[in-house]
């Protein structure tokens, strides 16, 4: 399809900083042909849109999630991190059948396409049905079968086999594939070095749990004399293909190994504070240059997958934990939404950006909506005040998964009726 996309406000990305522009947005398939129309010739070619009282902005990525996990909402709340993983979490999980992971998995798709997501970075414990259901989705998606054991050839190999096969079935231009290793309490560290060469060998991305805990800190300093970072440092698994989810709990020399090895972090601000694991030190890591990502992490501990919100409490925290209004502004809140995680995916200038000849990955936001009228500043908005309600068509790919407030590749009320039966099933 080509898509002539008219009377929007554009946001814009260029010297660091975002600007709103109104002008005309070509789409040519997958891709975005033309920010402003001088160029294009044969107007009447493309299915105008009008855009006429929308911004237009880059889809947003969720850098960090476990989009399964999203029946789990509200389930197992208020209870320490420990409990909650090990006691509650891992045991719904050990029982829930395999079809069932590919309807919780679309109720995660739902609620990320409504409030402005168009790609994210998914840990799951079930191959084929998340791939399926991504795919199904219409969404872009970085998947990982997660990955635990002592040996990667031994007892972590029927999942390392899974991971593989899952890539070699699925990966499309939507969909790519990553190792994902637990965390350092769950893989040994030669497993973890095992990962570290096949992610080398394979040219695949590295997604792992880091540093989360104060306990998981001290166990790895108990039982290796190392901190997670320090741990991961010697034995080469940090580098440029690795994304660690969380860091909350870092010293600054694990600021400084992730900022010389050029490994990404994702910061969840709202799982971190909901289960009392604290707030990472976000400001020492973006005055270190560290590509700092966000994510919503599970809904069973956020208890949402909408980065609208997640922005938010992104900067609020930091604000009041630095004791500067000043810091974590919007722009640099949208970097780590957008920007940054195409870097971390190496997608740069592909995704999380408006140009030409990045990916049509396209939100539609109502500049009426209430929650960010007037439109006094539209980039302060999208971190103040929206809350992802705003969010009126998405475009992913060049195609429209949401329009005008209708899916158009989920059937949300099948989803709905098999998540209350898994529900009744499982919880």
């Known amino acids: 399809?080509?898509?002539?996309?008219?009377?929007?406000?554009?946001?814009?990305?260029?010297?660091?900083?975002?600007?709103?522009?109104?002008?005309?947005?070509?789409?040519?398939?997958?891709?975005?042909?033309?920010?402003?129309?001088?160029?294009?010739?044969?107007?009447?070619?493309?299915?105008?849109?009008?855009?006429?009282?929308?911004?237009?902005?880059?889809?947003?990525?969720?850098?960090?999630?476990?989009?399964?996990?999203n029946f789990m909402k509200n389930s197992a709340d208020d209870m320490p991190f420990d409990k909650w993983l090990f006691n509650k979490i891992f045991s719904?999980?050990?029982?829930?059948?395999?079809?069932?992971?590919?309807?919780?998995?679309?109720?995660?798709?739902?609620?990320m396409i409504k409030t402005g997501t168009t790609c994210y970075l998914d840990m799951h414990i079930c191959e084929d049905e998340c791939a399926k259901a991504a795919k199904d989705s219409g969404m872009r998606a970085f998947i990982g079968k997660c990955i635990v054991g002592t040996d990667l050839y031994a007892d972590g190999y029927d999942?390392?086999?899974?991971?593989?096969?899952?890539?070699?079935?699925?990966?499309?231009?939507?969909?790519?594939?990553?190792?994902?290793?637990?965390s350092v309490y769950a893989c040994s560290s030669a497993l973890l070095k095992q990962i570290s060469n096949e992610s080398q060998k394979r040219n695949m991305l590295k997604h792992i749990h880091l540093s989360?805990?104060?306990?998981?800190?001290?166990?790895?300093?108990?039982?290796?004399?190392?901190?997670?970072?320090?741990?991961?440092?010697?034995?080469?698994?940090?580098?440029?293909?690795?994304?660690?989810?969380?860091?909350?709990?870092?010293?600054?020399?694990?600021?400084?190994?992730?900022?010389?090895?050029?490994?990404?972090?994702?910061?969840?601000?709202s799982s971190n504070a909901k289960l009392g694991n604290g707030i990472a030190p976000a400001s020492n890591m973006l005055k270190d240059e560290i590509n700092v990502c966000l994510g919503t992490d599970s809904s069973a501990s956020n208890n949402t997958l909408n980065m609208f919100r997640e922005m938010s409490v992104f900067s609020l925290i930091n604000k009041a934990a630095n004791e500067t209004a000043t810091g974590f502004s919007a722009n640099t809140v949208l970097e780590c939404a957008t920007i940054n995680p195409s870097i971390a995916l190496n997608m740069k200038n592909k995704i999380g950006v408006i140009s030409e000849g990045a990916c049509a990955d396209l939100v539609f936001v109502d500049l009426k909506s209430p929650s960010i009228f007037p439109n006094n500043n539209m980039v302060s908005s999208l971190c103040y005040s929206a809350n992802g309600s705003e969010v009126k068509s998405v475009m992913i790919n060049g195609n429209f998964v949401m329009r005008n407030?209708?899916?158009?590749?989920?059937?949300?009320?099948k989803v709905y009726y098999e998540i209350n039966r898994i529900v009744n099933t499982y919880l």
């Open 92 to 111: 719904v999980e050990s029982k829930i059948s395999r079809p069932d992971f590919y309807w919780t998995t679309l109720l995660g798709c739902i609620e």
């Open 212 to 269: 989360e805990s104060k306990k998981e800190v001290e166990d790895c300093l108990a039982e290796h004399g190392k901190t997670p970072v320090e741990l991961l440092t010697s034995i080469g698994f940090l580098d440029s293909k690795t994304i660690s989810a969380h860091c909350v709990n870092l010293n600054y020399n694990d600021i400084c190994a992730l900022r010389k090895n050029q490994a990404s972090v994702v910061l969840c601000p």
């Open 405 to 413: 407030g209708v899916l158009t590749t989920i059937d949300s009320e």
């Open 1 to 69: 399809m080509k898509y002539r996309i008219k009377n929007g406000h554009l946001l814009l990305y260029s010297d660091n900083k975002f600007q709103i522009k109104k002008d005309d947005l070509f789409v040519n398939g997958t891709t975005i042909e033309a920010v402003g129309g001088n160029s294009i010739k044969d107007h009447e070619k493309y299915e105008e849109i009008d855009a006429d009282g929308n911004l237009v902005m880059p889809g947003l990525i969720n850098s960090h999630t476990h989009a399964y996990m």
């Open 159 to 182: 999942s390392f086999k899974k991971a593989l096969n899952e890539k070699d079935t699925y990966e499309s231009d939507l969909l790519k594939f990553v190792l994902s290793p637990h």
